[in-house]
């Protein structure tokens, strides 16, 4: 039984109201783990206070596919966390991605390499999406939890112009189960192991 309280922070931006609603589920999913406390933060208020991220066990990011990579709203917040990466002010924590496109593929792996890279150079420890493509055991596709495939991150897919909500039961189901799967990582994940220039030094 989980009892030390854990918080993590889901950052996002979200253009239409998609990624926006995936990155609920993947809170609502993280927040279903008991002494989980799961806060939506939108990408452009974090732009001029980085530092925010501090407070949190661990973080997922959150982007539409534009292009195939991430929106510039949240490319703009990446940068912004420059002063970070030279104090390493969030090494050792746990990292995941989640991203949102029109299309089936659309170029998506892209978006989640570059939140990959990013939580490297912050030396930061990525989780992945364990759940296997449920169509194998035979869910109908729609219904299927990662019915896309994606192993490095969760995908999803929303009809262009349609509903913020207009998502397949699959791709929800994904989400919640992501954010359980990552909340209890963080759980499971000792926050007095992050690595400091210190500690460095003496292994050294």
Request: net charge neutral; charged share 15%.
């Amino acid at each position: 039984m989980m009892t030390t309280n854990r918080k993590i922070a889901v950052v996002f931006h979200s253009a239409h109201g998609h990624t926006e609603h995936i990155a609920q589920q993947v809170a609502h999913g993280a927040h279903s783990v008991d002494g989980t406390h799961a806060q939506l933060i939108e990408a452009a208020r974090l732009t001029p206070e980085p530092g925010l991220l501090t407070g949190f066990d661990g973080l997922v990011w959150g982007s539409p596919t534009y292009l195939g990579g991430v929106s510039g709203v949240f490319k703009s917040f990446m940068d912004a966390t420059g002063g970070l990466w030279r104090r390493q002010e969030l090494r050792g924590r746990l990292a995941a991605g989640f991203t949102v496109s029109s299309l089936p593929a659309g170029d998506k792996q892209s978006t989640l390499l570059s939140m990959f890279v990013f939580s490297m150079q912050h030396g930061m420890v990525w989780v992945g999406n364990p759940i296997l493509p449920e169509q194998h055991g035979g869910t109908p596709y729609d219904e299927a939890a990662n019915r896309l495939g994606s192993w490095s991150g969760l995908m999803a897919q929303a009809g262009h112009a349609s509903a913020p909500d207009a998502f397949a039961p699959g791709d929800v189901k994904t989400a919640h189960l992501f954010g359980q799967n990552f909340a209890r990582k963080v759980h499971g994940f000792a926050p007095h192991s992050r690595f400091s220039e210190t500690a460095c030094k003496a292994a050294a």
